[in-house]
């Protein structure tokens, strides 16, 4: 019986992904936005991101998946299996970008796991239980500081004081897009998604880094994620004319902040150098008031964004830094405010499914590495509701979130192919 179970369901498989479909339609996705220097640009709620959303539901359309979109606009494609109510297997990632990000970043997990669902129901695989492909919203936090907005949703993840300060770079408030999409702080919850609809989710994903390109590998299993830790740091002093005012009568907000910004850099390095790399800080935006070549400047704002797979590190840097900040500020004596905007904890992947992952690869003799991730994704957010695991493929010179983001297409496509088996193996699993 054992036997007929196996052959009734495969574990293995013989299939390959239509390379030349994955590239195709990745490519059409590349093309919503792209800008100056193939740079593409599809922030959330963007004219541009709803767009590449409507081509992915015309290509899911297309290869005849059950499809749902949820309020924010999560989308969901299913192919249902011998037993369409038990757990299905999700696999996906986001479309939308950084300003002036790459063609990859997100695109990769979304096509390449429905490339792997289009191979699987083409071949009329027998499958124990459901698969779907999965497109979450807002994974960038370049418009509103807010990172995986769709799935911090689906898990349940989304605090209502995070929302207070996720404003864009215009005023913006997402709580103001969000509610005209129906969505307000008391129904937060009715995004979610119950935790026993889903056996695991994976996601395939470029690695934004150098790790599988300096060592010769073609694939990287993920085992935890690197959270961030972000807050404002709002140095307020005094505006006053350049040329009138004498530099020790001066309250100049922007010198606090740069002495701010040098010690980010020397804590991390510090602290780094200790603890193995396993630390790292930046100030990625700054806004500066009055802002203009003749005014001391007299109000200044950073956003401040600390990261570790280690949460007593992170905790540790990040504390260091408001201290120094209000010192700064006191020996200045001008005032400084700190404005949390989302603290969370690193990520552990499962694994089980990272041994399944590591079993696929030595079975087909690629080359993998396991590591851990520096940057977050959508699995971060999924990891707290289901077992969850990352396959990367690597980043060309490790760029990402810039136009000259490149992953060559035989690994995209190989990695499409591990995202496939590993889908196969776990949708027939009998757990
Ligand atoms: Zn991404």
């Known amino acids: 019986m054992a036997f007929m179970a196996k052959a009734l369901f495969p574990v293995t498989s013989e299939l390959a992904i239509n390379k030349r479909r994955l590239l195709r339609d990745l490519n059409a996705i590349s093309r919503i936005g792209i800008g100056d220097h193939g740079s593409v640009t599809r922030l959330v709620f963007s004219i541009k991101e709803l767009r590449s959303r409507q081509l992915l539901i015309h290509l899911m359309r297309q290869a005849g998946l059950k499809i749902h979109v949820d309020r924010i606009g999560n989308i969901f494609a299913r192919w249902n299996g011998h037993n369409p109510k038990a757990p299905a297997v999700l696999a996906g990632s986001h479309l939308d970008t950084v300003v002036q990000g790459g063609k990859f970043d997100g695109p990769v997990g979304v096509i390449g796991a429905l490339e792997a669902l289009r191979t699987l129901k083409e071949n009329k695989v027998p499958l124990r239980c459901p698969v779907e492909v999965v497109c979450f919203v807002g994974e960038e936090s370049s418009r509103f500081g807010y990172s995986t907005l769709g799935s911090s949703l689906v898990a349940g993840e989304v605090q209502i004081e995070d929302l207070t300060h996720a404003v864009d770079a215009h005023g913006t408030k997402l709580e103001d897009i969000l ?11 009715s995004l979610t998604r119950d935790p026993s609809t889903i056996k695991a989710y994976l996601e395939l994903h470029i690695e934004q880094g150098p790790i599988l390109e300096t060592k010769g590998k073609k694939i990287g299993l993920v085992t935890s994620i690197a959270a961030p830790t972000r807050f404002k740091a709002v140095f307020t002093g005094q505006a006053d004319h350049s040329g009138t005012t004498p530099m020790e009568m001066r309250k100049d907000a922007l010198v606090a902040a740069a002495k701010l910004i040098t010690y980010i850099e020397e804590v991390c390095r510090e602290f780094s150098a200790v603890e193995k790399g396993r630390i790292v800080g930046t100030v990625g935006a700054m806004k500066i008031e009055p802002g203009v070549m003749n005014a001391v400047p007299g109000k200044v704002e950073l956003s401040i964004d600390i990261r570790s797979i280690t949460a007593e590190a992170k905790d540790r840097v990040a504390s260091q830094v408001k201290d120094r900040a209000a010192e700064i500020a006191r020996a200045r004596d001008i005032d400084v405010e700190i404005l949390p905007i989302r603290e969370e904890l690193p990520v552990p992947l499962n694994e089980e499914l990272l041994l399944l992952t590591k079993h696929i690869c030595d079975q087909n003799g690629i080359a993998y590495e396991v590591m851990p991730s520096g ?43 591990v995202l496939l088996e590993t889908m196969i193996r776990l949708a027939n699993d009998e757990g």
């Open 179 to 189: 509610a005209s999409m129906g969505i307000y702080r008391d129904n937060l919850a």
């Open 375 to 417: 940057a977050g994704h959508d699995a971060m957010q999924m990891a707290k509701i289901t077992r969850a695991a990352m396959i990367f493929v690597p980043s060309k010179r490790g760029i990402s979130h810039n136009p000259s983001e490149w992953t060559e297409p035989e690994d995209i496509c190989l990695g499409s192919q």
